[in-house]
Structures are given as C-alpha cells and as structure tokens.
C-alpha cells in the first residue's frame, strides 16, 4: 500500500436487512487514512456514521465493499483497533487498574510498568483501586481509553465518547485526548455530532448526510494546535462545516419535518 | 458538581477514593447496632415466653419455657448423642446439596452456554420443577429403601432447581454490550466465560445457593421424618412418640440456628464477592 495510507475504505456499501426489507445505511464510501491522522466523522442522526464505526472495528462484517487496515481485510474485531463506545462498559466487579488491565495480569511487571504509565496519561493517579461506581462519568470514560490504549490499538475508534457528559467534563475529555494524540500519535477516528468538538480535535473532518449515508464533504483543518475556539480562523472553519451540513441536506430536513 | 471540576482540573483528589471506602465499609460492615436490631426481635419472643410459662400461664407439655427447653438441649446432649445425629443430618444436607446443588449449576452453565441445551432441556426442567419435590418422596423411598441413598436423593432433588433456574437466569442477564467489548479487546471463548460470563452472573449463582441451601434444609427434614434411625428428625420423632415437647423444640431450634448460620455464611460471601454491586443500601 504505502505512503502511510494505515486504513483504506473502498466503495462501502452497508444495507441493513429489516422485516420491511432493506435500509441502506451507507452508499458507496470511499476514504483514506494515513497514520498518525485524527479524523473526526460529523452528521446527523441516522447519517451511519455509528455504523461506519463498527465496520472498521471489525463488530459489523456484514458489509459491501474493501475496508482495508494496511492492506489486511477487516474481518473480525481485535485489539489492533481499539473502540470507545459512547458509556464506558467497564466490568463493575474490577478495579480501574484491574479494568485496565482486563485479561493481562497486572501481576506482569511489563503490563504493571504500562498500566501505571496509562493511569497518569489518563491523570487517574488515586484511583487505581476504585470502582466504577466510586467514578464520575468523565472518569470512567478515562479508564476506558486507557484499557483500549493498552492494547497498543493501530486505529482509535472513538463513538461520540463524550456525548453523555456535561461541558466542562468534555472540554476537559478533549484536552486529555489531545495529549495521548500528540504522545502516541495514535491514529483516531472521531464520531460526533457536535461541530465545535470536529473542528477542534481533527486534522481531517469528514461530513456525512444522511439516508443512505454518504460522504457530503472532506475538509482539512490545518489549525495549529492549542486550538481557540474563539479565532477568527475557528470560526470560519466551523461555518465552512455548517455550510456542508446546510447546502446538502437542507432540503431533506424540510420535506422530512413537513411530514411531522 | 465538584466531582466534575475536580475532573477538569485532573487533580486526582485523595478524598474521593476515601470518599468510596467509606461507602463500602457500610456494605461490608455489620454495625453492632445492625446486629443488635437484628436480635431484639427474638430476644423479646423469649423473654416473654419464659415469663408466660414462668407464670404458669401455659401448660408446659404444650409449650415448655426456654429454660426447659435448654435443660432438654443439655440432657440430649449428654446422654442422647445430640452430636452424632446432628453429624448425620449434616452430612445429609450437606451431599444432597452438593449433588443436587452441583448438578443445578453444571445443568445450569451447560444450557447457559449452549442455546440448543436450553432449548433440549429447559422444557422438561421446568415441567418438573412445578412438581412439588417432597411429594415424590413417597416414590424415592419406594425406589431406594430407607436408606442414605433416597435422603440424600430427596435432598438432592430440592437442591437442583434453585440453582440451575438463577445460573441460567444470571448467565442470560449478562449485559450485551459487555459482550461487544470483550470482542474489542480480543477476549477468546475461555477468558469470555472466566472474566464476564461467570462474574456478571455471580449474583444469580449465589442467590441460588442460598435458596437450594433452605430447600436442601427443608428435603433433610422430610427425609428423616419419612423414616429414619439418626438424624435430628429422627430425634424430633421420638420425641413425639415419648410427648417430649422440649426435645421436639430442640430440633426445630437447631434446625434454625443451623440453617440461619449456613445462610449467613453465603451472604459473607456475597458482601466479599459482589461489593461492587451498586445497590440501593437503604
């Protein structure tokens, strides 16, 4: 494959099978990612954006088209594509260093070393022995980016992570995401809906509309980081990401709503 | 609120872990107050038996005072091999339990794991369920005799369904999207079944060993009753044959202490196993 390209989709096609017949979620996708990238995946509801997610971390097999991690056909879920689902999923009987370490045994001085490395990346220093229950969402969130980090994941699959906590928890999520990005050069895949949070963690922002889903626009976000919401530069990018959103599926949106 | 800003400001606060101990140490730890509203009930049921009988207000062969029935416990205990028969119904409990308990939980992962088994055998275990199991005493014992063999079958019987129901029930309880990570994170079939099957379903199991233990309890008593030569209900039915009020109420006592001692235990475990359930505390 080369030139760095680590994830490579191809003409995806998704349809799923209801008693009605078939839904087409997605129609005829392409897209490319190179290593080290941090895409952020935007659209509304039903755009399959959850779905797109699921194929390329191997959940949903049931899919149309070439969905390629370097060169490799995804054809199972595993640890080289590590997920964050929107809740935290952790096992409410372990401990967050056990949680962590889910199947590896903290007992291995190596696994030890890089769970105790992780915990500070997360900035959970303290709460190694609490429960999920002792956690507030933000930080149970940060124990599960920490488990799936420990896997050394070649892709970061990341569903609308902070789509349940509040603002200051979630300005916050970002900034730590932001650091683990800029450490490990991980490379991510974003899901939101929320334009601010695209335009300010992404390199690449892909938008999707909606019914069958499919790719309305790529634009790249060449902002240095720390970034300002407030700029002037933001600010533009961010209408230029409304814009996609309006000129696209404005028309939709009526003929859908004149049916309320 | 203030856990969030502590969040943002990514300060690791001591007090919140401290915070959590605390709240776990009112699930682990019985207070001395707990256990004292505990026994006050009982203890004022005695209290005013003994005075009642004290008083002369019942007639002793009817209902004999605590103290009687303590006097009873220390002669059936010196010269009337209290332990030996308690040792026998013990160890009748305890192998009817074990297999009928066993052979519930095995059933239990067995259809669990498998949906076909359910499918195969679910059927047929619930249509036996609803049969009473002390009503096919009379069968057992005309299969096996008065023997060890159909006590402890009778036992084993009662002991089988609590546990293969709640395993069954726990395994199928197990939250799906715990399933969707243990894909992510690469888990194989066995580190599936030891590391989210088995303790997502602990709760069930142990709830089902408590209740297979009462009707293990429960099937001992028939089974002795029924016919048999040692055992407490042995004891319990001699004393009926001599009126011996207080001795029958030395039986009915051990079997409750002793049942309440076995539940005890398994609830130990519970708080020790499962504290990090999130339950309401009251």
Known sequence: MGNGVLLDIRNLNKTFQTNKGGVEAIRSLNLRIREGEFITVIGPSGCGKSTLLKIVAGLDVAYEGSVELEGNRIVAAGIDKGFIFQEPRLFPWLSVEKNIAADLSLRDPAIRRRVDELIELVRLQGFEKAYPRELSGGMAQRVAIARALLRSPKILLLDEPFGALDAFTRSHMQEVLLDIWQQNRTTMIFVTHDIDEAVYLANRIVILKPRPGEISGILANDLPYPRKQASASFQELRLAVLSEFHGKIERQEYVDRAGI | ?282
């Open chain 2, 1 to 282: 609120m203030s856990k969030n800003m502590e969040a943002l400001r990514g300060n690791p606060a001591p007090a919140a872990p401290a915070k959590g101990r605390l709240a776990r140490g009112r699930k682990f730890g019985w207070t001395f107050d707990d256990l004292a509203l505990g026994a006050a009930l009982p203890a004022i049921v005695l209290i005013v038996w003994q005075l009642a009988g004290g008083a002369g207000w019942i007639d002793p062969l009817f209902l004999p005072t605590p103290f009687a029935i303590l006097n009873a416990f220390k002669e059936l205990a010196l010269h009337g091999q209290l332990a030996h028969h308690f040792g026998v119904s013990a160890w009748r409990a305890a192998a009817g339990f074990l297999i009928g308990g066993g052979l519930g939980f095995a059933v239990g992962l067995t259809a669990g794991f498998y949906r076909r088994a359910e499918h195969l055998l679910d059927p047929s275990i619930q249509l036996l369920r609803m049969v009473p199991h002390l009503a096919i005493a009379p069968l057992v014992i005309l299969w096996f005799g008065f023997g060890e063999t159909s006590k402890i079958a009778i036992i084993a019987c009662g002991a089988f369904f609590p546990l293969y129901l709640n395993t069954l029930t726990g395994i199928r309880g197990v939250d799906n999207r715990l399933f969707e990570v243990t894909r992510v994170l690469g888990f194989g079939r066995r580190t599936q079944v030891f590391r989210l099957i088995l303790p997502a379903a602990m709760p069930n199991i142990l709830l089902g060993v408590r209740l297979s233990l009462a009707l293990s309890w429960l099937g001992l008593v028939v089974a002795e009753l029924l016919g048999s030569t040692s055992g407490i209900g042995f004891l319990i039915n001699v004393a009926k044959q001599n009126s011996a009020t207080g001795e029958i109420f030395v039986g009915i006592f051990i079997f409750a202490a002793v049942g309440k001692a076995v539940d005890s235990l398994v609830r130990l475990l519970e708080r020790k196993w499962l504290h990090w359930r999130d339950g309401y505390q009251g």
